[in-house]
């Protein structure tokens, strides 16, 4: 199973393309969106699809996997990462794609094992996992954090339906 | 010139097609996208934006106008009106469309002719301008009341610029 992890953001969205074969997670790809601070809302929020739109052109993930947000700074940082969040889910539902929500604390558990985890240690985790020759930019890691948290996730459900299918 | 205004929200996203010919505005549609509240989030962006898509195909509106944004309640309702806004604004420049963003003291300025007019004398100027049967739905409304504003916005700088040019 092909999986895309996004970590949206109005300025840098981090992507990260993980496939899970069996018990292992391969590293396909990952990367950033940078968009320009100067530039329209409309027009950044287009820059952000396009560029999601290109990696699942690209690799044709079979799912998606976005970290949930419930705390920001204030309204506006908040209003500013709900659009290009906004603009993240709808390109994985406009390709017909499951959309799967995360919480940070899910996140840091399925990566580090720790809920608490400091933002290093993950990234951390993340080039071990994937087999990466450095540390991956910050937003890139976070997305293919929310990938493999996703990874593992999908793989309890599929232990948890066999069990019950032999137990029935 | 056709202007398609809209009002973004994550539960109703409101919508409001005018024509404008010289100095006459004429109403064509307008209308609200309603979304389950038990939905998931992805799907009532889906939901929103395929919705827009149907009256951009429809009316083929050659602009669109949001109002924006300063102030929310809170952080969290500032992201839910931000995932519905930028599902939006995403509707407009995917089609091309150029996005006007007004604040509300323009739009009220715009309907009204005073700033700090009341919700319920913009809903009864925008029926009167409109000449509506009755008033339109409260987020129908609002999504009208922007369209009129980029209007007059609009003829504005047209009449400044044959001004300029007349004087070179």
């Known amino acids: 199973m092909r999986i895309l992890g996004i970590d949206p953001g109005s300025r840098i969205t981090g992507y990260g393309v993980i496939e899970k074969q069996g018990n292992r997670l391969i590293h396909i790809d990952n990367g950033a969106i940078f968009t320009r601070s100067d530039a329209d809302l409309a027009d950044r929020l ?10 699942i052109a690209d690799y044709a993930p079979e799912a ?14 908040a209003l500013k990462l709900g659009h290009a969040r906004g603009a993240a889910l ?19 558990n399925a990566v580090v094992g720790y809920g608490k985890a400091a933002k290093q240690q993950v990234q951390q985790m ?7 020759p450095e540390i991956a930019q910050e937003d890139a890691s ?4 929310v990938a493999i948290c996703h990874a593992h996730s999908a793989g309890l459900s599929n232990r948890l339906e066999q069990a019950l299918a032999k137990k029935r």
């Open 64 to 77: 998606v996997a976005v970290e949930s947000i419930f705390v920001a700074k204030n309204a506006l940082s």
């Open 126 to 132: 993340v080039k071990v996992l994937m087999n990466l």
């Open 46 to 55: 287009k820059l952000i699809h396009d560029g999601l739109c290109r990696v």
């Open 90 to 108: 709808l390109v994985g539902v406009n390709h017909g794609l499951p959309v799967h929500e995360y919480s940070a604390l899910q996140v840091k």
């Open 142 to 145: 976070d997305a293919l954090a």
